[in-house]
C-alpha cells in the first residue's frame, strides 16, 4: 500500500476546483488539447498516431499529480475523444487501435484528485450527483470510440483511474506491483465512473467483484491477470508501454470493417445497464460527499492509520443538505 499511500499523498497538494459552468465552457473551448505528432508537456492531454502501424496513443499529462482526474481534465480528456472520434468516423485519420497511457512511469491514474473531491462537500447533494454525472460522462467517453483501446498499467491505477482502466477494451500491466485499486470504500465514499458495472463484467463474478469494492481491494497485475481484469503481463514497468503498442499492433494488423463492428458489438452487450449504474452511483457518492466524516479515510491512509469513520445513523454535514 506504500505506493498507493504515495499517491494519495501527491494527489492531495494538487487543488482544482471547477465549476460545472467553467467545465462545460472549457468542453465547448477544446482547452488545454493538443492534436501532435510529438508530446507537448503543457498539455493535458496528448493524442499522437502512427501512420505506419494505424495505431494512436492517448496521454493523460499529469505526471507531478500521478495523472490524478479532475474536472478540467474530463473536459480536454472528452475533448480529445469527441475529436478523434470525428475524424476516425470521417476518415481525416487512418486509425485501427488506441493505446491510452499515464504520463510518467510513476502511475496509470491516482483517480479522483482528492482535494478537489473534499472541496464537495460544501456543495448540495443535487449539484455534486449533476458534477459527479459530467465527470463520469467525460471519462467514459473513452468507449465511444469506433476502435479498441488498450490500457497501459505502467503504475498503479486507483480508485476513478481503474474504473478508467476497466473501461477500456484491453489492458497491459505489470505483474508484481500492487495495482489496481478498489478503494473507494477505504475513502469513505461510493464507487463511481461506472465501476460497479465493469467490474461486474470483467470478472465475471459478482461475489468476487462485490467483495474487492467492499473491502477497498488492491490488487497486483498477477492477481489481476488470473481474474481477468488484466490480458497481458510483463515482469518490468519499462516493458507496459512498448507491450500495449504490440497488442494494439496486432489488433490493428486485422480486418478494420471486422474490428470497428466487432468492438461495437461487444461494447453493445457490455453496456447493457451502464447508464442505470452511474446514475446511481452518482447520487449514491453525492450523499457520501455529505456527511461529516468524509476525507477521513483520506486522512488515515496519509497517516497510516486506521480510518476513524462516523455510524451510519450520524447526521450529514448541514452545508451540503440544507442548499
Same mark, same amino acid.
Given at each position: 500500500? @506504500?505506493?498507493?499511500?504515495?499517491?494519495?499523498?501527491?494527489?492531495?497538494?494538487?487543488?482544482? =476546483?471547477?465549476?460545472?459552468?467553467?467545465?462545460?465552457?472549457?468542453?465547448?473551448?477544446?482547452?488545454?488539447?493538443?492534436?501532435?505528432?510529438?508530446?507537448?508537456?503543457? =498539455?493535458?492531454?496528448?493524442?499522437?498516431?502512427?501512420?505506419?502501424?494505424?495505431?494512436?496513443?492517448?496521454?493523460?499529462?499529469?505526471?507531478?499529480?500521478?495523472?490524478?482526474?479532475?474536472?478540467?481534465?474530463?473536459?480536454?480528456?472528452? =475533448?480529445?475523444?469527441?475529436?478523434?472520434?470525428?475524424?476516425?468516423?470521417?476518415?481525416?485519420?487512418?486509425? @485501427?487501435?488506441?493505446?491510452?497511457?499515464?504520463?510518467?512511469?510513476?502511475?496509470?491514474?491516482?483517480?479522483?484528485?482528492?482535494?478537489?473531491?473534499?472541496?464537495?462537500?460544501?456543495?448540495?447533494?443535487?449539484?455534486?450527483?449533476?458534477?459527479?454525472?459530467?465527470?463520469?460522462?467525460?471519462?467514459?467517453?473513452?468507449?465511444?470510440?469506433?476502435?479498441?483501446?488498450?490500457?497501459?498499467?505502467?503504475?498503479?491505477?486507483?480508485?476513478?483511474?481503474?474504473?478508467?482502466?476497466?473501461?477500456?477494451?484491453?489492458?497491459?500491466?505489470?505483474?508484481?506491483?500492487?495495482?489496481?485499486?478498489?478503494?473507494?470504500?477505504?475513502?469513505?465514499?461510493?464507487?463511481?465512473?461506472?465501476?460497479?458495472?465493469?467490474?461486474?463484467?470483467?470478472?465475471?463474478?459478482?461475489?468476487?467483484?462485490?467483495?474487492?469494492?467492499?473491502?477497498?481491494?488492491?490488487?497486483?497485475?498477477?492477481?489481476?491477470?488470473?481474474?481477468?481484469?488484466?490480458?497481458?503481463?510483463?515482469?518490468?514497468?519499462?516493458?507496459?508501454?512498448?507491450?500495449?503498442?504490440?497488442?494494439?499492433?496486432?489488433?490493428?494488423?486485422?480486418?478494420?470493417?471486422?474490428?470497428?463492428?466487432?468492438?461495437?458489438?461487444?461494447?453493445?452487450?457490455?453496456?447493457?445497464?451502464?447508464?442505470?449504474?452511474?446514475?446511481?452511483?452518482?447520487?449514491?457518492?453525492?450523499?457520501?460527499?455529505?456527511?461529516?466524516?468524509?476525507?477521513?479515510?483520506?486522512?488515515?491512509?496519509?497517516?497510516?492509520?486506521?480510518?476513524?469513520?462516523?455510524?451510519?445513523?450520524?447526521?450529514?454535514?448541514?452545508?451540503?443538505? @440544507?442548499?
Amino acid at each position: 500500500m @506504500n505506493a498507493v499511500r504515495g499517491i494519495l499523498r501527491v494527489s492531495t497538494t494538487k487543488t482544482c =476546483s471547477q465549476s460545472f459552468t467553467t467545465t462545460t465552457s472549457l468542453l465547448r473551448q477544446n482547452h488545454h488539447v493538443r492534436f501532435l505528432t510529438t508530446s507537448s508537456s503543457d =498539455s493535458l492531454v496528448d493524442w499522437h498516431v502512427d501512420s505506419a502501424s494505424k495505431v494512436g496513443t492517448i496521454t493523460l499529462q499529469s505526471p507531478q499529480s500521478f495523472n490524478a482526474l479532475t474536472m478540467e481534465l474530463g473536459a480536454a480528456f472528452h =475533448s480529445t475523444i469527441t475529436q478523434i472520434r470525428h475524424d476516425l468516423t470521417t476518415g481525416r485519420q487512418n486509425v @485501427n487501435a488506441i493505446v491510452l497511457q499515464g504520463a510518467g512511469d510513476k502511475a496509470f491514474s491516482a483517480g479522483g484528485n482528492v482535494a478537489w473531491l473534499q472541496s464537495l462537500r460544501h456543495n448540495s447533494i443535487p449539484e455534486n450527483e449533476a458534477l459527479m454525472l459530467q465527470f463520469y460522462r467525460s471519462f467514459l467517453s473513452i468507449r465511444q470510440l469506433p476502435v479498441p483501446v488498450v490500457a497501459a498499467l505502467q503504475g498503479p491505477a486507483i480508485g476513478a483511474g481503474c474504473c478508467l482502466a476497466m473501461a477500456c477494451d484491453l489492458r497491459v500491466a505489470v505483474a508484481d506491483t500492487k495495482l489496481l485499486g478498489f478503494t473507494f470504500s477505504k475513502l469513505g465514499i461510493h464507487s463511481g465512473l461506472g465501476g460497479t458495472h465493469l467490474l461486474q463484467r470483467l470478472v465475471g463474478s459478482s461475489s468476487k467483484a462485490n467483495e474487492w469494492l467492499l473491502t477497498g481491494k488492491v490488487l497486483t497485475g498477477r492477481e489481476a491477470h488470473q481474474w481477468g481484469l488484466v490480458n497481458r503481463l510483463v515482469d518490468d514497468v519499462r516493458d507496459v508501454k512498448p507491450a500495449a503498442v504490440e497488442l494494439a499492433h496486432e489488433v490493428a494488423r486485422q480486418n478494420p470493417m471486422a474490428i470497428r463492428t466487432m468492438i461495437a458489438t461487444l461494447r453493445y452487450q457490455q453496456d447493457q445497464g451502464l447508464e442505470e449504474s452511474i446514475l446511481m452511483e452518482a447520487k449514491a457518492q453525492a450523499i457520501c460527499y455529505s456527511r461529516n466524516d468524509w476525507g477521513e479515510g483520506v486522512q488515515a491512509a496519509i497517516e497510516k492509520r486506521d480510518p476513524e469513520f462516523d455510524d451510519y445513523h450520524t447526521t450529514p454535514a448541514t452545508t451540503a443538505t @440544507n442548499k
